[in-house]
């Protein structure tokens, strides 16, 4: 039986057990993206006067992660969370989701602040580019953890801030095929259910420098270079012309790890370690030469069998890796089935 709410708060604000604060927290956070606005007050308590201190930053982390513009009654939670080294890198996200423009001159404030952890000032200029559409972010590290000092572009900033703060044209978005929108075909249609699964993962974990589930139109140089190496089935080529996976890692269920779907852009590359030894660059001698790996799930590939292709499409196989030997087995009769039934059990 689950808990109420208010007995999640009762275990949360009675235990200095961090596993029971945890699991306490995560519940709310559940209910926090539901809307539940009685979960996202209990958060936002603890992140002020939670007794396990680093529980204080998952709770403010569920907090910023699950609040929407119009939560203007956290406001006040997130400007105290800026000063305090726990909850600050979260507070960031918050403050900025809540006020918006009004929150600049703070971050630009955090992010020329010497004294702060390296961490929390490239956050600040992370969420400023995201926020106001300026490329501070350009060429650098999705994970603001791995950048130095001279990442933080510290002059452009203050430039900015001089300028009144404009906001910018940010990054282009992947080019996305209209079939997408208006399918007809069988594969359209598989694809726009997929595309629509994506959309949701994109509306809530997107990195404009770093795109992740898209399905793009590909670009023509790496169609030409596939093309050249293998005679493709027309499905499949179809697939990744007008539907290109670009980092697409899907949740399936009953696997154990993320399905990583190549794209145009990553196929060659998806056969290193399979196909051929990318350290000497030559052909690894068990492999068949038919298989051509078009997915991998925790390094076990999936592969289309070129060799049963009927020209339209191609079966897909696949086996266990690190057993010494390959030990293949369909696990669909074509590419086709093979992306429905992926789609259909995508969590």
Known sequence: ???????????????????????????????AKKGHHEAKSILAEYVGTGRVPWMRTHACFGLATTIAPTDVDFAEVFERGLSDELTRYWSILGFITIQGRGAYQALTTIAADETLPMEHRAYAVKRLAAFSK????????????????????????????????????GYPTPKRHPALDQPVSDLEMIVSRLDKKLAKRRREHQDATAPTDWLAIADPKDIEEIKARWALPSLYLDFLTRFSPVHVLLEIRRFDNELELFGAGELIEGQAGYAFNPVVQEPIEDWPTSFLVIATCGGDPFVLDLSRSSGEDAPVLTARHGTGRWGFHDAAGSFAEFLESMVKRMI
């Open 1 to 31: 039986m689950n808990p109420t709410t208010d007995e999640l708060k009762a275990t949360l604000f009675a235990t200095d057990d961090g596993g029971i604060a945890c699991d306490a927290i995560n519940a709310l956070i559940k209910r």
């Open 134 to 169: 300026r490329p501070f972010d350009r060429q650098l590290p999705p994970d603001p953890s791995k950048w130095v000092a001279s990442d933080l572009r510290l002059g452009e900033l203050a430039a900015w801030a001089q300028a009144g703060y404009p906001d910018g044209e």
